[in-house]
Nanobody
Framework: QVQLVESGGGLVQAGGSLRLSCAAS????????MGWFRQVSGKEREFVAS????????VYADSVKGRFTISRDNAKNTMFLQMNSLKPEDTAVYYC?????????????????WGQGTRVTVSS
C-alpha cells in the first residue's frame, strides 16, 4: 500500500507558475504508475497527466500540454507537477493518484490510491 499527500497549491495570478508535490509513503513507490487529476466543484474529476514507474513515459491532457510537466524522484518517493502559464480555467482541487502498475493510466477508475487534494486558484 501507499499513502499520498499533496502540497504546493495556492493562489496565483494568470500567467504565473506553481509546483505541486505528491509525497508517498512506503518502500515500493517505484512500483507505482502515478497521475495527477483535478476537479472543480460540481464537475467530474479530470485527467491532467500521468507518468510511468521510472519516469520514461508521460501522458498529458490536451488542455495542459506544453504548460505542465509531470516528473518523479523515486529516491525521494515524490512526484511533481510543474504548472506554468496558468490560466483561470486551471482553478481546481488537484489530486495525485497511484496504481500498482508500471505503465501510465489516464482514467481515474484505474487508480487505487489517492491523496486528499490541494487547491489551486488562478486569478484573472
Amino acid at each position: 500500500q501507499v499513502q499520498l499527500v499533496e502540497s504546493g497549491g495556492g493562489l496565483v495570478q494568470a500567467g504565473g507558475s506553481l509546483r505541486l508535490s505528491c509525497a508517498a509513503s512506503g518502500r515500493t513507490f517505484s512500483s507505482y504508475g502515478m497521475g495527477w487529476f483535478r476537479q472543480v466543484s460540481g464537475k467530474e474529476r479530470e485527467f491532467v497527466a500521468s507518468i510511468n514507474w521510472i519516469g520514461s513515459s508521460t501522458v498529458y491532457a490536451d488542455s495542459v500540454k506544453g504548460r505542465f510537466t509531470i516528473s518523479r524522484d523515486n529516491a525521494k518517493n515524490t512526484m511533481f507537477l510543474q504548472m506554468n502559464s496558468l490560466k483561470p480555467e486551471d482553478t481546481a482541487v488537484y489530486y495525485c493518484a497511484g496504481v500498482r502498475a508500471l505503465r501510465t493510466y489516464t482514467k481515474d477508475y484505474e487508480y487505487g490510491y489517492w491523496g486528499q487534494g490541494t487547491r489551486v486558484t488562478v486569478s484573472s
